[in-house]
T-cell receptor, first 114, second 113 residues
Framework: KAGVTQTPRYLIKTRGQQVTLSCSPISGHRSVSWYQQTPGQGLQFLFEYFSETQRNKGNFPGRFSGRQFSNSRSEMNVSTLELGDSALYLC?????????????FGEGSRLTVL | DAKTTQPPSMDCAEGRAANLPCNHSTISGNEYVYWYRQIHSQGPQYIIHGLKNNETNEMASLIITEDRKSSTLILPHATLRDTAVYYCIVRSITSGSQGNLIFGKGTKLSVKP
């Protein structure tokens, strides 16, 4: 079956702009999580959505937001971009039922902020 | 902060077993040990997880000590394609959430010909 799909794969923005990233989970998966990966901080959890509700949130400023649609697809938005927001943004999906479950990651969206 | 400690890097000869250690001395009774790996420029890939018994799947084996304070991921016959950063993660089964993983810095495994 198709894996997790993230779009766009690469994008360049300038400081102060906003960006929206999209994630389509594996069919049947109801949980979508987002991570930020930078060379300095590594992989950091942003937030998790399940059945259109945010279930968990990491320690990121309010400029980072997300949502999930009824078909489980998810978007994340970063407003007022800063240079430090340059990173690989990864989306992962899982069944979402119960606490045991593997995450399936997409290839990521690489954001460069100039 | 990550609740695990891993060596920053390891080398392994192609065809030999790669044994990747992980220390999780503060693990609690309701926490599983998960292993993921990340090949350069790709998203992390799930490998295996376990609670207290040793586990094996088509990719690897997971050996957890009796006191559960450490574990070892074993790739039985490493290939060049196993070169990646390997992450050991502990997470509670009562968290009610599948998506919140705390990644540490992992071990960069280099498989050499």
């Amino acid at each position: 079956k198709a894996g997790v799909t993230q779009t766009p794969r690469y994008l360049i923005k300038t400081r102060g702009q906003q960006v929206t990233l999209s994630c389509s989970p594996i069919s049947g998966h109801r949980s979508v999580s987002w991570y930020q990966q930078t060379p300095g901080q590594g992989l950091q959890f942003l937030f998790e959505y399940f059945s259109e509700t945010q279930r968990n949130k990491g320690n990121f400023p309010g400029r980072f937001s997300g949502r999930q649609f009824s078909n489980s697809r998810s978007e994340m938005n970063v407003s007022t971009l800063e240079l430090g927001d340059s990173a690989l943004y990864l989306c992962a999906s899982s069944r979402g039922q119960g606490a045991i479950g593997e995450l399936f990651f997409g290839e990521g969206s690489r954001l460069t902020v100039l | 902060d990550a609740k695990t400690t891993q060596p920053p890097s390891m080398d392994c000869a192609e065809g030999r077993a790669a044994n990747l250690p992980c220390n999780h001395s503060t693990i609690s009774g309701n926490e599983y040990v998960y292993w993921y790996r990340q090949i350069h420029s790709q998203g992390p890939q799930y490998i295996i997880h376990g609670l207290k018994n040793n586990e094996t799947n088509e990719m690897a084996s997971l050996i957890i000590t009796e006191d559960r304070k450490s574990s070892t991921l074993i790739l039985p016959h490493a290939t060049l394609r196993d070169t990646a950063v390997y992450y050991c993660i502990v997470r509670s089964i009562t968290s009610g959430s599948q998506g919140n993983l705390i990644f540490g810095k992992g071990t960069k495994l280099s498989v050499k010909p």
